[in-house]
């Protein structure tokens, strides 16, 4: 079952929160229920290829994955705080979670973290460099925000985490079982478990770094540059007064070059497509042991048969002229066309989709394909 917002006006928040400032909304669901049980997590901890840490004194000892289950059992009575990422590529119902945030673009989604912690566990003061949404899933925290930081900030020493050296709150709330604080990027901010039983769900959203955009960019566009790609002036040199000058003209035309080199749109489109849904673990082979024929699903569209995407995989697509897009599936490009093109659509548009009985057999083809990786199931 995907849990829905009783009342949530995501138009008033984009307009006046994200990425500006923190905010408290208290339970704002139909029907909150805590879709994970703490044995659970700590199973996942101890499963290899899952990134979990253990957080004991004050954030400073750091203890990676995957655990021994017999290491729960040493901890004692002093605060301790588990961690494990991308919690929705393993359980449906931590994915589902994502779901009323679907105002927001997929491409924008990281991952949903948990973490469990006993009374007084947590992180320490810290800031991320990303927006998130946290969900108090069972138990009770307490949050105190400061103010907003950059790489000038004092820290601690820390491999792990942006520990601050100094850290000022400015508000304080207590979180309850469905309660959700929003940080924007930046954000100052620490979190307190207040009983043995807290457990947070955190819902990230990425946003590439200049530095980032500009590394794949470039290195798509060198990999299509040849030596005859090469600076021309014929016509434009005239004499200096000093030849050891580079003159305004010249560094204007050398800028225009380099940029002209990265200034196919459509390039563009695809490097950051293909950046956008590289997946967080893309060394995950999800390939199933038997993936559906052909035939199956051929059957399945006459039924308006349901297909469901892997929480795991990350999905875009960016359209073209009328009638064409380019799909985007764990960073492979796809160029689609025509019924082919609609159906791409349908599959990036929500996590379970209906067969549409009038796709062509080349639409039904690309599901077949993604069947085969993993990307996409026949739902049961």
């Not at 994200?18 to 659970?40: F, G, K, T």
């Not at 901010?189 to 980032?212: K, N, Q, W």
């Not at 600076?231 to 040199?237: I, L, P, Q, R, S």
Request: charged content about 25%; hydrophobic content about 45%.
């Amino acid at each position: 079952m995907i849990p829905r917002f009783r009342e949530f006006d995501s138009a008033a928040f984009l307009r006046d929160t994200w990425q500006r400032q923190a905010l408290l909304i208290r339970n704002p669901w139909a029907d909150w229920r805590n879709p994970l049980e703490p044995d659970e997590l700590a199973g996942l901890a101890c499963e290899p290829g899952i990134e979990s840490r253990l957080i004991t004194g004050d954030g400073l000892g750091v203890e990676h994955g995957p655990l021994a289950e017999e290491r729960f059992g040493t901890l004692g009575a002093a605060p301790w705080t588990l961690l494990v990422q991308a919690v929705d590529h393993h359980v449906p119902d931590v994915a589902a979670l994502i779901e009323p945030f679907r105002f927001l673009p997929n491409w924008r989604i990281d991952d949903v973290m948990v973490s469990y912690a006993t009374t007084g566990g947590g992180v320490g003061a810290h800031f991320d460099q990303y927006d998130v949404f946290l969900i108090q899933g069972a138990g009770r925290r307490r949050w105190r925000v400061g103010g907003m930081c950059d790489e000038t900030t004092p820290l601690r020493p820390h491999d792990d985490l942006r520990l601050l050296e100094d850290f000022t709150p400015a508000q304080e709330w207590v979180l309850e079982p469905g309660d959700i604080l929003y940080l924007p990027p930046r954000l100052a901010h620490e979190g307190v478990a207040l009983s043995d039983d807290c457990m947070t769900y955190s819902i990230g959203f990425r946003a590439p770094s200049a530095a980032e955009l500009l590394a794949a960019w470039c290195d798509e566009a060198l990999s299509v540059l040849t030596e005859d790609d090469r600076y021309g002036d014929a016509g434009a040199v005239i004499a200096q007064a000093n030849p050891g000058e580079i003159t305004a003209d010249a560094l204007d035309r050398l800028r225009r070059f380099a940029l002209d080199a990265l200034g196919d749109p459509d390039r563009f489109a695809r490097v950051i497509g293909a950046q956008a849904t590289t997946p967080r673990y893309p060394e995950i082979d999800w390939s199933p042991a038997r993936a559906p024929s052909l035939k199956r699903i051929k059957a399945a569209r006459d039924v308006g048969g349901l297909v469901q995407r892997n929480p795991a995989c990350r999905f875009a697509f960016v359209d073209r002229s009328p009638g064409r897009c380019l799909l985007f599936v764990n960073g492979e490009i796809t160029e689609c066309e025509g019924p082919v093109a609609d159906c791409a659509r349908a599959i990036c548009a929500a996590p379970v989709f209906a067969l549409d009985p009038n796709w062509s057999d080349a639409a039904l083809a690309l599901v077949h394909g993604l069947c085969a990786t993993g990307a996409l199931a026949l739902a049961d």
